[in-house]
């Protein structure tokens, strides 16, 4: 059994993103205990910025690449192989600034720019992929920002409906409540978000461990 976890969070320390895909991974390898764990950390391990480089490559003829288009679909190659090693995929990111962190959004793109990962290709299908997504504040129904998170149904439709994975996802909210004096009545809502967010975490890792 492996594992496949990406974590986006510039935040190394007091993460809730970290916290939940922690909880997720713990209660899967409870299960599995010698069951392999692949991280890849954006921001501790940044990818090179050859995306450009390798989406022209894609469209350039194999024997007309140069050992710069060659050496960047190499990267987005060696991704595609982590991904498609594990059983189970864990994807953790914060909302920023309303969006997907860059480092992820880059991920992203240089995956698809790999044959297997482009378009019609759901290389994904079936596999147990789960989104943990962590947001500062509030974006619920009927919120005064309802709508603006503009990176959860932007990473449902990559996931599930372009890679083909079974897509769960974890949420919390309210996570700048206890650092913001502003938010400071909210800090109860954010602390049973964060908790609920924990405990579907470890259930949907016991989940899929089975």
């Not at 194999?62 to 995929?89: F, I, K, N, P, Y």
């Amino acid at each position: 059994m492996s594992l496949f976890r990406l974590d986006s969070s510039i935040r190394t320390e007091g993460s809730v993103s970290r916290e939940v895909a922690d909880a997720l991974e713990a209660a899967y390898v409870e299960q599995h205990p010698h069951a392999t764990v692949t991280r890849r950390d954006l921001v501790a391990d940044p990818l090179p910025n050859v995306w450009p480089v390798a989406a022209f490559a894609g469209f350039t003829p194999a024997e007309q690449r140069t050992d710069e288009q060659r050496a960047a679909l190499a990267v987005a190659a060696g991704l595609a192989d982590e991904v498609l090693r594990a059983d189970v995929v864990v994807v953790a990111t914060p909302l920023y600034n309303f969006g997907v962190p860059a480092h992820l959004k880059a991920w992203i793109d240089l995956l698809i720019t790999d044959p297997r990962f482009g378009p019609g290709t759901s290389p994904l299908a079936g596999r147990p992929v789960t989104l943990v997504v962590a947001r500062g504040g509030g974006y619920g129904v009927g919120t005064p920002r309802e709508g603006w998170d503009h990176a959860t149904p932007y990473l449902r439709r990559i996931l599930a409906d372009v890679w083909g994975a079974d897509l769960s996802v974890v949420e919390a909210e309210l996570t700048l409540a206890p650092v913001t004096p502003a938010m400071a009545d909210l800090v109860p809502l954010a602390e049973a978000s964060r908790a609920e967010a924990l405990l579907r975490a470890a259930a949907v890792g016991k989940a899929h461990a089975a």
